[in-house]
């Protein structure tokens, strides 16, 4: 079995914060950090059990994580992932990105895949957050 993959999440509001869960709740990443300079993101952090950084290039250098979800505002989006683009292994991800978005590679899974794992684990999150079951039929249901 491969090590987990090592996520950070940039930014600690309500859509980093459901990233965080989901990254929680999988059994293939474990978080990694998350930067963001609110005084609520270092009470999550630490929630978390993860260091808090006031700002991604801190989180990247000091945390070298495996992967980045970028949850800031939008305004942040391209500065962030110009910054990813130095950072090893960010910038090989990023790379291979863009060269799906050009059409040079092939995704290394279709968007519908991608979808249907986000519902399983979506599913099995809530039913583990609230204490209800889900079975095996369902699981499939939701990845169809």
Excluded: W, Y
């Amino acid at each position: 079995m491969s090590a987990p993959m090592r996520i950070a999440v940039a930014g600690a509001g309500l859509i980093g914060r459901r990233h965080i869960e989901l990254i929680e709740a999988s059994l293939d990443c474990v978080l990694a950090g998350i930067a963001d300079p609110s005084p609520t993101a270092k009470e999550l952090a630490q929630a978390h059990g993860v260091n808090c950084h006031a700002d991604h290039r801190t989180l990247l250098a000091d945390e070298k994580p495996d992967g980045l979800i970028i949850a800031s505002p939008n305004a942040l989006h391209l500065p962030i992932a110009l910054d990813c683009a130095q950072a090893e292994p960010l910038a090989e991800q990023l790379r291979h990105f863009c060269a799906v978005i050009a059409g040079r590679e092939r995704p290394l899974i279709s968007a519908e895949d991608a979808m249907g794992a986000l519902a399983v684990v979506e599913a099995v999150s809530e039913a583990a957050r609230t204490g209800g079951k889900i079975s095996p039929g369902q699981i499939m249901e939701q990845a169809a």
